[in-house]
């Protein structure tokens, strides 16, 4: 086709598509590329939220407003990529919450399922259908979808949690409820670890099977617990692209702890360098002890006790210890699996 040609079917396209635009209507070829990539081209960046830079912003908000005025009084940490979307990935959403000595986050609940991390303070609380669990650092406590929770602080200091939500799925879904509950807290009708007795301790209830697609009935994952697991089994082989890295579960079904939220925690022993590692989950990582450097596709970030880190889907993800390292994650990994979409590669290291 000559130039002209070639301007002339240009211009007489483009007037078409302007005339079907009418009738909300576009052009599948135009776009074709992008609706079905070669591979996973996330808008998602890597990201890093040091915490010591941002713990003071999070306290000044409780100079600002109270847990009760605020509901929730949490700073968002939002994808660079998706600013004013309350996301960290595109299913993801990650949050800081602060709870001043004395306050209480009152009694809701809502379809979006959550998860909490506590990074600092001691003495709060947070109640989940009628159990309270003493948040310790680094315990790991579950709000399934639709059960009411409070959080309370008894304690002296201040305290921050970070907050993992399916908020972005719930979304997309269309398939977001909530409701108040008439009381501020909610009444205790169960002795704290019950859950955990009960449901996480190699035994159930005797007449209890869980149907499958239901989030687990132990909501609380004590750190103690947690890092006496990885440091055991730290004494025996290492994975070469994870290091020592579990799953979290619901002890009833192997499942993750919630239908649309995998969680995991890893440790690596100082100086070990994982091969490169993707897969189709974007994740949220948080480093728990020690520090150490992620190279998430080519580039470096520092990351040290308490800082949020992103690495996108189908990136390349290298961590380096510098100290014996701790290290929580989260991402949609079941939701993916579910579908039959998700996808991981071990890259070796040549
Ligand atoms: C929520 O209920 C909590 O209960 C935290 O602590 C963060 C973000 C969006 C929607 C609900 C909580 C939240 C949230």
Partial sequence: MNKELANDVHEERQRYYQHINEYSMTPLWEVLGRLVPK?????????????????????????????????????????PALRGNSSITQS???????????????????TQSALRLVLDGEGAYTAVDGERSTMRRGDFIITPSWTWHDHGNLG????????????????FFDAGFSEHSEER???????EG?????????????DFYQVSNQATKVFAYPFA????????????????????KLRFVNPAT??????????????????????????????????????????IDNKLFHFSQNDVFVVPSWHRLSLRAASNCILFSYSD??????????REERIQNN
Avoid at 156 to 171: E, H, N, T, Y
Avoid at 194 to 206: F, I
Avoid at 277 to 288: E, K, N, S
């Fill in 194 to 206: 019950d859950a955990l007795a009960r449901y996480g301790s190699n035994m159930l209830p005797v």
């Fill in 92 to 110: 993801l959403y990650a949050g800081l919450q602060l709870i001043m000595p004395g306050e209480v986050a009152p009694a809701h609940r809502h």
């Fill in 254 to 295: 192997g499942a993750s702890p919630m239908p649309t939220i995998a969680a995991f925690a890893q440790y690596l022993p100082r100086n070990f360098e994982s091969y490169p590692y993707r897969c189709t989950d974007a994740t949220v990582y948080v480093c728990l002890e020690g520090e150490g450097t992620a190279t």
């Fill in 39 to 79: 591979e996973p081209a996330p808008v998602v960046v890597a990201a890093l939220w040091k915490y010591s830079e941002v713990r003071d912003q999070v306290l000044r908000a409780g100079t600002l407003i109270t847990a009760e005025e605020a509901e929730r009084r949490v700073l968002i940490l939002e994808n």
């Fill in 156 to 171: 002296k200091d201040p305290v921050i949690w970070l907050d993992g939500l399916d908020i972005p799925l719930v979304r």
């Fill in 333 to 342: 990994r079941p939701v993916q699996q579910a579908m039959g979409l998700w």
């Fill in 225 to 244: 617990q947690t890092r006496s697991s990885l440091l055991t089994v730290s004494q025996g082989e290492i994975d070469r692209h994870h290091g020592h």
């Fill in 185 to 191: 807290s909610q009444q205790v009708s169960r002795q």
